[in-house]
Structure formats: C-alpha cells, structure tokens
C-alpha cells in the first residue's frame, strides 16, 4: 500500500528475490518526486488505481510494468432510493435527529480523512456562504482522522481539530459532524442518501472513491 513510504523495498527484493512485489501507488499530484524511482523499479508490477497516476508513473521513467486497477463499489449496497425513502430513512447506528428532515432541506456531505489535502477548512469557509443565503443548507461531515483520535484510520492522524473549525462557524448549529466512527457500508450508503450533494474540495485525489460511492 502506497509503495513510496518503502524506501527500503529495493534491498527486501535484494534479499529475497524470488518473491514478487507488488507496488501499490496512489498518487494524487506532481511532481513525481525521483526517491519513488528506485521502490517502483524494485517492484515486478507498479499498480495505479487511475489512468492519470499510471500515466505519472510511466513519464516518470519506472522500468516496470505499470497497470490501472480502477477501484469499485458495491451496486448491491450503493444505489440511489427514492426520495421519500431518502427522507426518512436512518441507520440505528447514528444519531441523525438533529437534521430533521423536511423536503426543503439541502444537504451538503463530505466523506473523508481531515488532512490538509482534502480541504475540509475551504468547505466550511463555503458553506457559510451557503447558509448565509439558504436557511435550509445543512452540512454533514463524516470524517475521520482527528488529531485527538488515539487510532485514526490506517494509522494516519488528520491536521484539523474538527470541533474546533466548526465552534467557528456562525452556523454552526446547522453542521452535524460524525467523527471517528466506525460505519458500514450500507449505513453510509444511507447517509449518501440523505445529501443533495456530495463536495470533495481535495487538492488532490488518488481517485476519490467516496464520489464514485456517491454517485
């Protein structure tokens, strides 16, 4: 996973050399920094999940084989309902109340990490904008990743305090966090469900898989 955070791979295929290695690379930006060379060239396969990371990996010079391995959902789990379904439906596991859902409302979701890249501070920015305009205009975060949070998410602890961003907000009683919380996937295909609009304001992307959920 994320072969670039193993500068050591090229002497583990030295010292084992009959195993393959597979190299696992989401790359969300230039430049494609020339460290990564030698940990993608020790791989028998360079795997990107989007057409653009395997073309940065490819113009970068790797002597390996690079292929795209798109990501996927469950169609079964993520599919769209039907609005009235949409409008009353919640999962036992989260606590959703606070929304009180009419057919007027307007949901803005955001599903991820809270590190700088995703930009969460620059949705909250312009969602008081939003709410400023629209009385309707609710925020929800699902996040993970907190500072705080002991066990973050593949053991990666996020930049924003996410309380703290949203204390600053003066709508703040229209923006429902969920942090940190373990959902399923057909919990989450509910909450997609109950956004008119999924926002992903990252810098960069290695593929941005809770759009492709979303939709």
Not at 3 to 9: K, R
Not at 43 to 55: E, K, L
Not at 56 to 72: D, F, H, K, N, T
Not at 100 to 121: A, C, H, I, P, Q
Request: hydrophobic share 40%; proline share 7%; charged share 15%.
């Amino acid at each position: 996973h994320d072969a670039w955070v193993y500068p050591f791979l090229p002497s583990l295929r030295e010292s084992y050399p009959d195993i393959p290695f597979i190299g696992y690379f989401t790359i969300d930006g230039e430049p494609f920094h020339l460290s990564w060379l030698p940990i993608c060239d020790a791989c028998n396969v360079v795997v990107s999940p989007s057409r653009y990371g395997q073309r940065l990996v490819q113009r970068a010079g790797v002597s390996s084989p690079v292929m795209c391995i798109p990501y996927g959902v469950d169609l079964a789990v993520f599919q769209p309902q039907l609005k009235v379904a949409r409008m009353s439906g919640e999962s036992p596991s989260i606590n959703l109340m606070r929304l009180e859902y009419s057919s007027n409302n307007f949901t803005v979701l955001y599903v991820g990490m809270l590190t700088n890249r995703k930009r969460v501070d620059a949705l909250l920015e312009a969602f008081n904008y939003l709410a400023e305009l629209y009385q309707d205009a609710y925020l929800l975060l699902v996040v993970w990743g907190e500072p705080s949070y002991p066990q973050s998410i593949f053991g990666i602890h996020g930049d924003y305090d996410i309380h703290s961003l949203i204390a600053q907000s003066p709508f703040a009683d229209r923006i429902i966090p969920i942090v940190n919380n373990d959902l399923d996937d057909a919990t989450l295909s509910v909450i997609y469900n109950l956004a008119d609009v999924t926002v992903l304001p990252s810098m960069g992307e290695g593929f941005g898989l809770t759009m492709l959920e979303s939709m």
